[in-house]
């Protein structure tokens, strides 16, 4: 050895200086306060170490009064410079998120913070990443502190941050908002997202961005909602690359007028409850916000015809996706997810025989307490992931899947593995900032292992998004995924190639045949 410290810990090392110098000079941050004009108008933002960053600037018009439940309309312009140093507020939703209150809420919700390197300007043609952050499409918000996208603009690229509509407000499919909007409804949350990107196409060059270099990032309801984009007729053209962090990729989405659960008849069921007999547009435009979200448990996109045409692990098997480079996976313990993913409907989703014969079969290697929950992770998890790369390797397009297995050293032999969202503070540097319930002290705590994974994490996804590869020259290899062989890359106390074995095999063809059923 010649005494240098790893690289991973050298790069950690300073940018955590970087962090503390920054936050610790309030007197330097006020002293510099970068312009940028985008298409509505001039804005100031504010500096901190190593990069800049405006907070609340407006994509869309507030989807308010009149304009509440239809397509995003555009931002109003405004005179002067508009101060861009504090997040607009997030979408109203019904609960607290686990990992940070969101703030103040309003329907004038959309809008999207930019993170860039600090001096960053036109003609800098930087890489771009835009966030789209999860919460089951009913909770969360794009600048929560977990979200600091400091540690990544300082390997030299963008980061966009936005937020979309929640719960009801995005997602209400309802006859009569069918027959205002031509026959379809129920997917404006989606539709702010498309408005968003559309906006980063047409803005980001004034932040130093390349506008022709888009990836989008998304976890949970964030990756899902990526990979409805990816199979979406709006979506096309709309970014360049993609990451999936646990998107359910195998979900069945609801139709609007047939299937089990037709959505227009939810939203009818769900007005008739209020007691609104005559339920016009008009009528649910005069509900109040806390009437809308009132007993509110579960949103989402919704097979409208228009913004949504398949389930989108459907359209990856006919292979109707974008074919762009994707990187997706999912975490060691998805299963902690006890609020959405239980035995239950592990159960009913792929048939009891099937869950009972697999489950003795994951209980040979593991206690069975133990396999319940890799068996029901997997199903919804890690099989979703792989299939949808595989799908995409098969289509021609380059796919690279992971499988995040790093446990803060705090929660070590206290938790199944890594939890749903568990691989946030590390892509983000956030180590602070996390599920509320635990202990601060404890959050703070990471050691080296920790610290080599984060390193290596906002490695590999700021390469990709320059390249549309992954692959560090100083780091372990990640291989594309090849359809006969689809290795993850495990993020871990190791990182290295993850080869699965056929009871993957199995594992994934009862997922597949369970969604099969749902699609067709």
């Not at 200086?17 to 306060?33: D, F, K």
């Not at 339920?279 to 009437?291: E, F, G, N």
């Not at 929660?411 to 593995?417: A, F, I, K, L, P």
């Not at 202990?439 to 080599?452: F, T």
Request: charged residues 20%; proline residues 6%; contains cysteine.
């Amino acid at each position: 050895m010649n005494g240098k410290r790893p690289w991973w810990l050298r790069a950690w090392a300073l940018a955590m200086v970087a962090t503390v110098l920054g936050c610790a000079s309030s007197g330097a941050i006020n002293r510099n306060r970068p312009v940028a004009e985008v298409e509505s108008g001039a804005m100031r933002g504010v500096s901190g170490a190593g990069f800049d960053v405006f907070r609340g600037i407006p994509y869309a018009s507030a989807p308010v009064g009149e304009l509440r439940w239809r397509p995003p309309a555009p931002a109003a312009a405004w005179d002067g410079i508009r101060d861009a140093t504090s997040a607009g507020r997030a979408c109203p939703q019904p609960l607290t998120p686990r990992w940070g209150d969101v703030g103040p809420t309003s329907e004038d919700c959309l809008y999207l913070d930019v993170w860039r390197p600090a001096g960053s300007g036109a003609g800098a043609a930087l890489p771009v990443m835009v966030w789209i952050h999860g919460g089951g499409f009913i909770i969360g918000s794009g600048s929560l502190p977990l979200y600091d996208a400091s540690a990544l603009v300082r390997r030299n690229v963008i980061v966009v941050s936005i937020n979309y509509r929640l719960g009801r407000l995005g997602f209400l499919a309802h006859p009569a908002l069918s027959a205002e909007q031509r026959g379809a409804s129920g997917n404006y949350g989606l539709m702010d997202q498309i408005a968003a990107l559309r906006w980063v196409r047409r803005n980001i060059s004034a932040f130093g961005g390349d506008p022709s270099n888009v990836t989008v990032v998304g976890e949970s309801a964030g990756g899902l909602s990526i990979l409805a984009l990816m199979t979406s007729p709006m979506g096309v053209g709309l970014f360049d690359k993609a990451i999936v962090q646990s998107g359910l990729g195998l979900a069945s989405l609801s139709r609007l007028r047939d299937g089990a659960f037709p959505a227009e008849s939810l939203g009818a069921a769900w007005t008739a409850s209020r007691g609104i007999s005559d339920a016009t547009p008009q009528a649910l435009r005069a509900l109040t916000v806390d009437q809308v979200l009132e007993g509110q448990t579960y949103a989402g996109p919704v097979i409208d015809g228009v913004v949504v045409v398949r389930s989108p692990g459907d359209a990856f098997r006919r292979g109707e996706q974008s074919r762009i480079p994707l990187i997706i996976g999912s975490n060691s313990f998805e299963a902690s997810l006890t609020e959405l993913l239980s035995e239950g409907l592990t159960r009913a989703t792929i048939g009891s025989d099937t869950y009972e014969a697999l489950l003795a079969r994951y209980a040979e290697r593991e206690p069975v307490d133990s396999a319940r929950q890799t068996l029901i992770g997997e199903v919804f998890g890690g099989q979703p992931s792989r299939f949808i790369a595989t799908e995409h390797a098969r289509a021609g397009a380059p796919a690279f899947l992971y499988y995040f297995d790093q446990v803060r050293i705090s929660q070590r032999g206290r938790t199944h593995g890594a939890p749903h969202g568990g691989e946030l503070p590390y892509l983000f540097a956030t180590p602070q900032q996390f599920f509320t319930e635990w202990p601060a002290a404890a959050l703070s705590e990471w050691d080296e292992s920790d610290r080599r994974v984060s390193e290596a994490m906002i490695g590999y996804w700021t390469t990709f998004a320059r390249t549309g590869n992954p692959n560090l020259a100083d780091a372990p290899r990640w291989d594309a995924v090849r359809v006969a062989d689809a290795e993850a890359l495990l993020l871990g106390e190791r990182i290295e190639m993850k080869r699965f074995d056929a009871l993957a095999d199995d594992t994934e063809s009862a997922a597949v045949a369970a969604s099969v059923r749902q699609w067709q």
